[in-house]
């Protein structure tokens, strides 16, 4: 009995789909070994920082209300700092062991002087977009060079900004996008990156222009770099992307969805200073991985929390999350 070309074609198509939905129904290992300290149950925790051995913890709803959370005891308990009724907090982040910067929604922010226990409305005066729906949200911080802050926000999409201070606050540059931004990183005063909805830019005149270096469209989530140019930038369809030339030129090191398997998200990502990175995600997703992303490993944290951002402290990694509660563990 003969069998036809085309009928040995729709089986092997169709054994090729059962495979890859098996694989995409695959069973991902739970891993147990996370510390899991509640900060705050009613809200969800968008940042964490560090300064003086005390950790420190921020978030909150948009428009609705925020807190600023520290621990003295590496997570064991927490102390809440500040409560706001109206704004969230989004980003963290301490100049030296006195002073300290919070951002959220609606380009508010707020500064500390007494290492955290304290906090002031900051004005920006006049180092505001003219039209208020231009004043959006604070996403991505970072402290750079003692004395260095920058920023990236966004909402919806198709709203963005970009701030810095190269003087402790003192006096400020930004610039708005048409595409919302979620993350930055400086290597200098002068030469940096901030990625968002479809693009990743480079600057080397301190912000006031940026070039696209966007490898794909695609939604850039999280972005972080090790030693010498080596650098790892994250998306929420789960790619990513790795340079070697501080973020001139960009190439695809990981894929975790296909067109049939389109399970996972990433939120953000971070890497030591030999390359190795983790990159976290919607329902507890976790990936590590080396440099090359070829010797790698995914776990998923219990309860499958949406992970929101995940920073370093001496040899732990720290993720926050959605359900108000700050998962460590040592590597």
């Not at 931004?181 to 301190?206: K, R």
């Not at 976290?280 to 997703?285: E, L, N, S």
């Amino acid at each position: 009995m003969q069998i036809s070309t085309s009928r040995i074609l729709l089986c092997l198509t169709a054994a090729s789909i059962l495979f890859i939905i098996s694989s995409c129904s695959k069973a991902i290992d739970e891993d147990t070994s996370w510390i899991k300290s509640s900060v705050c149950p009613d809200i969800p925790l968008r940042d964490v920082a560090f300064s003086d051995n005390n950790w420190y913890a921020c978030g909150g709803v948009k428009n609705s209300n925020g807190g600023i959370f520290r621990s003295a005891d590496y997570g064991k308990s927490w102390t809440t700092l500040r409560l706001n009724l109206n704004h969230s907090f989004n980003a963290l982040g301490f100049l030296d062991n006195s002073v300290g910067w919070a951002a959220g929604d609606s380009l508010y922010m707020e500064r500390s002087f007494s290492d955290g226990s304290f906090w002031n409305f900051y004005w920006l005066a006049d180092n505001v977009p003219p039209n208020e729906f231009d004043r959006t949200s604070f996403k991505g911080m970072q402290i750079f060079q003692d004395s260095m802050m920058a920023f990236a926000g966004g909402d919806g999409y198709a709203k963005g900004l970009f701030y810095i201070s190269k003087d402790r606050g003192m006096h400020w540059y930004f610039k708005t996008f048409d595409r919302e931004m979620s993350d930055v990183f400086f290597f200098n005063e002068n030469e940096g990156l901030i990625c968002g909805n479809g693009a990743i830019m480079h600057t080397v005149d301190g912000g006031l222009n940026f070039n696209y270096v966007t490898p794909s469209h695609d939604f850039f989530t999280g972005l972080d770099f090790a030693n010498s140019g080596l650098g790892f930038c994250c998306s929420y369809d789960a790619n990513v992307y790795t340079t070697n030339d501080y973020g001139k030129n960009w190439e695809v090191l990981l894929k975790m969805n296909s067109v049939l398997c389109k399970n996972y998200h990433f939120n953000d990502i971070s890497t030591d200073e030999s390359g190795n990175w983790v990159a976290v995600g919607d329902d507890g997703i976790v990936v590590f991985s080396d440099k090359t992303g070829k010797d790698r490993k995914m776990v998923v944290i219990s309860e499958k929390p949406r992970l929101l951002r995940v920073k370093r402290y001496l040899n732990e990694v720290l993720i926050t999350s959605a359900n108000g509660c700050l998962y460590h563990k040592v590597l």
